[in-house]
C-alpha cells in the first residue's frame, strides 16, 4: 500500500491559463474522489468516480472544470481557464467500500496569480 | 446540502488539559467519521462511528456518535503538543456517494 499519489504538490499559474492535476489512488480502491479546501476550512466535495464513471459531480465545479478517470485507475482534474478564486489545495481520495474511510493524499496546491 | 457545524473552530490550550470538540446537523447521517489533518498534508482518519449513542475510545481520544445520529463530539483527555492540528468530522450520506465535512477546529497544544 503505497497510498494516494498527487502531482504535482504545488502549482503557481497566471490567471486564464489551463491546468492538470493528476491522481494515483491506492491500487485495489475504486472509488476515487476529488475534494477543494480552502485555508482554514473543511474538504468541500468536488466530484465522485466509481471505476471509470463519474457519479456525482457538485455544483462548485463550474463547466470551466473536467475529471476523468479514462482506465478507472488514475484520474486527472483540469481547470480552463484559471481565476484567482480557483487557488485552493485539490486533494485526491480514494476508499474500497461505500462509506469506507477515505484514503488521502497530500493534495496538489494551486495558486493562480 | 447537509451541513456539518464544528465548534469551537479555534482552541488553544496548554499541554496536560482537556478538551472537547462538537460537531452537529439537523441532518442525519448514516455514519460519522474523524479525521485530523496537519498542514501540506491531507486528513487522516482517526474513527467511524456508525451507531446511534456508540463510543469509541482511541488511547487518550473518545468519540461519541448522537443516539438520533446527527452529532458527534471528540473528547481529548491530557492533550499533548502531539495532538495539534485540525480536526475534522465528515458525515456519510445515506446514498453512501459522498463525505459532507465540517469546517474544521485548529487546535493548538503549547507546551
Known amino acids: 500500500d503505497t497510498g494516494v499519489s498527487q502531482n504535482p504538490r504545488h502549482k503557481i499559474t497566471k490567471r486564464g491559463q489551463n491546468v492538470t492535476f493528476r491522481c494515483d489512488p491506492i491500487s485495489e480502491h475504486n472509488r476515487l474522489y476529488w475534494y477543494r479546501q480552502t485555508l482554514g476550512q473543511g474538504p468541500e466535495f468536488l466530484t465522485y468516480f466509481q471505476n471509470e464513471a463519474q457519479l456525482e459531480k457538485s455544483r462548485l465545479l463550474s463547466d470551466r472544470f473536467s475529471a476523468e478517470r479514462p482506465k478507472g485507475s488514475f484520474s486527472t482534474l483540469e481547470i480552463q481557464r484559471t481565476e484567482q478564486g480557483d487557488s485552493a489545495m485539490y486533494l485526491c481520495?480514494?476508499?474500497?467500500?461505500?462509506?469506507?474511510?477515505?484514503?488521502f493524499g497530500n493534495g496538489t496546491r494551486l495558486t493562480v496569480t | 446540502t447537509q451541513l456539518l457545524e464544528q465548534s469551537p473552530q479555534f482552541l488553544s490550550i496548554q499541554e496536560g488539559e482537556n478538551l472537547t470538540v462538537y460537531c452537529n446537523s439537523s441532518?442525519?447521517?448514516?455514519?460519522l467519521q474523524w479525521y485530523r489533518q496537519e498542514p501540506g498534508e491531507g486528513p487522516v482518519l482517526l474513527v467511524t462511528v456508525v451507531t446511534g449513542g456508540e463510543v469509541k475510545k482511541l488511547k487518550r481520544l473518545t468519540f461519541q456518535f448522537g443516539d438520533a445520529r446527527k452529532d458527534s463530539s471528540l473528547h481529548i483527555t491530557a492533550a499533548q503538543p502531539g495532538d495539534t492540528g485540525l480536526y475534522l468530522c465528515a458525515g456519510g450520506e445515506t446514498s453512501g456517494s459522498r463525505l459532507t465535512f465540517g469546517e474544521g477546529t485548529q487546535l493548538t497544544v503549547n507546551p
Open positions: 481520495a480514494s476508499s474500497f467500500t461505500t462509506q469506507g474511510p477515505l484514503h
Open positions: 441532518s442525519v447521517f448514516s455514519s
